[in-house]
C-alpha cells in the first residue's frame, strides 16, 4: 500500500506563506504525477497544483504566481510554497500519487489563514 505523509500545514496571517511536504517512497513520488489537493468546509476536493514524472506542472488559477509545486532532488517528497496566502486558502491539504497503478492519498493538513 502506498504511504505519502504531509505535513507543513498551521495557522498564518493573511499574507504570509506556508511549506507544505509530502513524503513518499522514491519508487511513488519519482514516476507518478504528485497532486496537491485541498478541501475547505462543505465544498468538493479540488486541484491545486500537480507536477508530471517529467516534471512538468499546472497550477488552478487562483493559486498561480503565489504557489510553486516542486519534486525534491531525492525524488522522495514533494512540496508545495505557498505565499501572498489568503482567507480562501483555509481548506485541508492533501497529496495524491496518480499513475497507471497507482491513486493514493495522504491524511491531509489543515491549512487555515486568519485575514
Known amino acids: 500500500q502506498v504511504q505519502l505523509v504531509e505535513s507543513g500545514g498551521g495557522l498564518v496571517q493573511a499574507g504570509g506563506s506556508l511549506r507544505l511536504s509530502c513524503a513518499g517512497s522514491?519508487?511513488?513520488?519519482?514516476?507518478?504525477?504528485m497532486g496537491w489537493y485541498r478541501q475547505a468546509p462543505g465544498k468538493q476536493r479540488e486541484l491545486v497544483a500537480v507536477?508530471?514524472?517529467?516534471?512538468?506542472?499546472n497550477y488552478k488559477d487562483s493559486v498561480k504566481g503565489r504557489f510553486t509545486i516542486s519534486r525534491s532532488n531525492a525524488k522522495d517528497t514533494v512540496d508545495l510554497q505557498m505565499n501572498r496566502l489568503k482567507p480562501e486558502d483555509t481548506a485541508v491539504y492533501y497529496c495524491n500519487a496518480r499513475g497507471y497503478s497507482v491513486d493514493s492519498w495522504g491524511q491531509g493538513t489543515q491549512v487555515t489563514v486568519s485575514s
Open positions: 522514491v519508487e511513488i513520488v519519482s514516476s507518478n504525477t
Open positions: 507536477i508530471t514524472s517529467g516534471g512538468r506542472t
